[in-house]
């Protein structure tokens, strides 16, 4: 194996770790649960999964000349045009099982152009700008693999809020387990209200006093 072909290996084993992940989060909830906002733009665990979907379907299909074969499966231009965030809520008519199937429907489409092309191989973003668009599988393995690794990232925090569990992965939970959570939190709270006590004067003297003295 060449130093090409390891460099996608690698790029394809983050990803899938990356996506298992993601999935893994969704594990043990309700249907409410899964599509609960939880920020002000309405960031939820299945809307998560579908955008994500919609990511991978575009980026390794359009982008080098492979058609999905079910497009009514994932968001069109023209729901789009109506609802900019179409990809980021499930339906009344789309179920967890359906949206979490279709991405794994996807992964193996994904799969198929990553293994099938060479990293430097062609293809074009129709919606990115003229001059930025013409792209190489190398480059939308590294951008995808950045795009879902940052919507696992939200997702780790959503499930945390929605019922306390936590982990990197299913077989590794990269948690210490010897610390009080709550003793934790509670310092780090004091810490940002006597952080918000400071004055703007006083963090300056304070700033200033940890300076190393210049040597003469």
Request: hydrophobic letters at 40%.
């Amino acid at each position: 194996m060449n130093a090409s072909n390891d460099a996608k290996a690698d790029l394809k084993r983050y990803l899938q770790s990356t996506r298992s992940a993601l999935l893994w989060k969704l594990e043990g909830l309700s249907e409410r649960q899964m599509r609960e906002p939880h920020t002000p733009t309405g960031m939820n665990l299945l809307g998560i999964v579908k955008h994500c979907a919609n990511v991978e379907v575009g980026y390794f299909g359009e982008t080098f000349g492979r058609e999905w074969p079910h497009p009514e499966q994932v968001v069109t231009e023209a729901q789009w045009s109506q609802d900019t965030q179409a990809d980021w809520f499930a339906t009344a008519a789309e179920s967890s099982e359906d949206i979490v199937d279709l991405y794994l429907r996807i992964w193996a489409f994904a799969d198929e152009t990553i293994d099938a092309l060479p990293l430097d191989a062609e293809g074009t973003v129709a919606h990115w700008p003229e001059g930025r668009n013409t792209v190489t599988l190398h480059q939308m393995l590294i951008h995808v693999l950045t795009d879902v690794t940052r919507h696992a990232g939200h997702a780790d925090i959503i499930r945390e809020q929605t019922d306390g569990d936590t982990g990197l992965s299913q077989n590794n939970t990269n948690m210490p387990d010897d610390v009080d959570w709550p003793a934790y939190v509670e310092k780090l709270r004091q810490l940002a209200i006597a952080s918000d006590a400071q004055t703007p004067a006083a963090a300056a003297d304070d700033r200033a006093r940890k300076q190393p003295l210049r040597q003469q």
